[in-house]
């Protein structure tokens, strides 16, 4: 639906008519929301009084979240100790895991296969598209049972990494029924966050500006960011383009592999 956001005597704050799409809206102060008519009129008797969904909040997510995925109407979202699950596109939340750990990223896989990481070798697996998972951790190679991760990224359903403190890299080629070591003395840099479209053009971000790359889902390198912040989130556009962004506002770009960021 389109909805027009108004106030109590029909104006906004900012002027303008500002029309959201979608079944969710926040809103704040002293928002009102209003149907559109069919014949478009923007007068205010064109609009009548509607409810939106009530909001629902999971037991144990008053912490921070930090990170949040879904496929179709299955969402999963993770944070201080807690994973929780959404099967109906977020109206309604149920608390799945509840952890010792700070759960940092998850990941779906697919519709029904995910993954989850956190701080003291939080690992877990879900089959059921986020309605239920299972500790992974005795998997993990030997001395990452306790390990700091912070970010889990799959290309495809048996094909996957985890990132995380002291440059960290496992990579799994069996759905992570088994991980190996990547990218030893490439960085000692906490990395934050991985992406990828394509499974072999794969960049990581973390602190300090660390920006690390493989062309081939195997062999990693450090790019020049030219910055020195942290960067903590990325998103990969393309195998050849990539965003990151870090403390303080900053957002990095490129369109040439990460032969430079600007």
């Known amino acids: 639906n389109n909805l027009k956001i108004t106030g109590e005597d029909g104006t906004l704050d900012h002027p303008g008519t500002y029309?959201?799409?979608?079944?969710?809206?926040?809103?704040?102060?002293?928002?009102?929301?209003k149907d559109q008519t069919s014949t478009g009129s923007l007068d205010?008797?064109?609009?009548?009084q509607t409810a939106l969904p009530a909001l629902t909040t999971?037991?144990?997510?008053?912490?921070?979240?930090?990170g949040?995925?879904?496929?179709g109407n299955n969402v999963s979202?993770?944070?201080?100790?807690?994973?929780?699950?959404?099967?109906?596109?977020?109206?309604?939340?149920?608390?799945i895991v509840t952890s010792s750990s700070s759960i940092c990223g998850v990941d779906m896989a697919d519709a029904l296969r995910g993954?989850?990481?956190?701080?003291?070798?939080?690992a877990y697996k879900t089959t059921s598209g986020g309605a239920g998972w299972t500790n992974f951790n005795s998997y993990l190679p030997v001395g990452y049972d306790s390990h700091n991760f912070y970010a889990v990224k799959f290309s495809s359903i048996n094909t996957g990494w985890i990132v995380g403190a002291a440059g960290a890299i496992l990579y799994t080629v069996s759905s992570g029924l088994s991980w190996t070591i990547q990218g030893a003395l490439v960085t000692?840099?906490?990395?934050?966050?991985?992406?990828?479209?394509?499974?072999?053009?794969?960049?990581?971000?973390g602190a300090n500006g660390e920006i690390i790359y493989t062309s081939d889902g195997v062999n990693w390198s450090q790019q020049a960011s030219g910055v020195s912040y942290d960067l903590r989130a990325l998103c990969a556009l393309s195998a050849s383009s990539a965003i990151t962004a870090g403390d303080g506002g900053g957002l990095l770009k490129t369109t040439d592999s990460g032969a430079t960021w600007v």
């Open 19 to 33: 029309f959201l799409k979608g079944f969710r809206t926040f809103l704040k102060g002293d928002i009102s929301y």
């Open 188 to 205: 000692p840099q906490q990395l934050n966050s991985i992406d990828t479209v394509d499974g072999a053009s794969v960049w990581s971000v």
């Open 44 to 48: 205010r008797d064109g609009y009548t």
């Open 58 to 66: 999971p037991v144990g997510t008053l912490g921070q979240l930090r």
């Open 115 to 122: 993954f989850a990481v956190g701080t003291v070798g939080a």
């Open 77 to 95: 979202a993770c944070g201080d100790q807690t994973i929780a699950y959404s099967p109906d596109a977020g109206r309604s939340w149920s608390t």
């Open 68 to 71: 949040v995925d879904f496929v």
